[in-house]
């Protein structure tokens, strides 16, 4: 097997595992049965434990990051009414955690833990740039779009983790309850029609 296939089977098996069982209880034994690949090939990979998460948790971000940053234009289509093309955005991105429940969770876990902080925080941040540089153009000056993007991101997670644990339904209503929270949020700081052009 050529290494960057069990490389790639390995962060599948990581996602899988942690997306199950939770960070705490992702040992590399157990992603080693997960995948069916011995547990000495997980140290010809990545250096270590954390060094395997911190790539998973790369490569869902880098993901995610691809599904924000093709829907950013819409952002910038005049003939559509600015709440219409806040939707849409939110609604790709929506439909892309829900669609992906096992990246989804792994994402969260990680994100939310200190391995994130400790591994993975920098390079998170220089892989949103381009986007926080692109939505500045449909915020005011003064907006924190770096901020804001993070409070869209941690609402939507927040929701999709109640979605997948059955606390909220998977349906229209749980997506416009979403969409209105973060909306409500970040429309205050939005550029005006005559500001964008």
């Given at each position: 097997m050529k290494h960057e296939e069990t490389r790639r089977r390995l962060i599948e098996g990581t996602i899988r595992v942690i997306a199950r069982d939770g960070l705490d209880k992702a040992t590399t034994k157990l992603i080693g049965l997960e995948t069916s690949i011995n547990e000495a090939y997980i140290y010809r990979c990545f250096s270590n434990k954390e060094d395997m998460f911190s790539k998973t948790f790369d490569c869902l971000d880098e993901e995610l990051m691809n599904v924000v940053m093709q829907n950013v234009p819409l952002m910038f289509m005049s003939e559509m009414e600015g709440e219409v093309r806040c939707r849409v955005v939110f609604s790709s991105v929506w439909r892309f955690l829900l669609g992906n429940r096992e990246k989804c969770l792994t994402f969260v876990r990680y994100y939310y833990s200190p391995y994130f902080k400790k591994y993975s925080q920098e390079a998170h941040k220089r892989r949103y740039d381009p986007i926080v540089n692109e939505l500045k153009r449909a915020f005011r000056d003064e907006a924190n779009v770096w901020m804001l993007l993070n409070h869209m991101l941690?609402?939507?997670?927040?929701?999709?983790?109640?979605?997948?644990?059955?606390?909220?339904?998977?349906?229209?209503?749980?997506?416009?309850?979403?969409?209105?929270?973060?909306?409500v949020s970040v429309k205050q700081y939005f550029r005006t029609n005559k500001t964008q052009e």
């Amino acid at each position: 097997m050529k290494h960057e296939e069990t490389r790639r089977r390995l962060i599948e098996g990581t996602i899988r595992v942690i997306a199950r069982d939770g960070l705490d209880k992702a040992t590399t034994k157990l992603i080693g049965l997960e995948t069916s690949i011995n547990e000495a090939y997980i140290y010809r990979c990545f250096s270590n434990k954390e060094d395997m998460f911190s790539k998973t948790f790369d490569c869902l971000d880098e993901e995610l990051m691809n599904v924000v940053m093709q829907n950013v234009p819409l952002m910038f289509m005049s003939e559509m009414e600015g709440e219409v093309r806040c939707r849409v955005v939110f609604s790709s991105v929506w439909r892309f955690l829900l669609g992906n429940r096992e990246k989804c969770l792994t994402f969260v876990r990680y994100y939310y833990s200190p391995y994130f902080k400790k591994y993975s925080q920098e390079a998170h941040k220089r892989r949103y740039d381009p986007i926080v540089n692109e939505l500045k153009r449909a915020f005011r000056d003064e907006a924190n779009v770096w901020m804001l993007l993070n409070h869209m991101l941690n609402v939507m997670l927040d929701f999709a983790v109640k979605v997948f644990s059955d606390a909220l339904p998977d349906n229209e209503d749980t997506a416009e309850h979403v969409f209105r929270l973060i909306y409500v949020s970040v429309k205050q700081y939005f550029r005006t029609n005559k500001t964008q052009e």
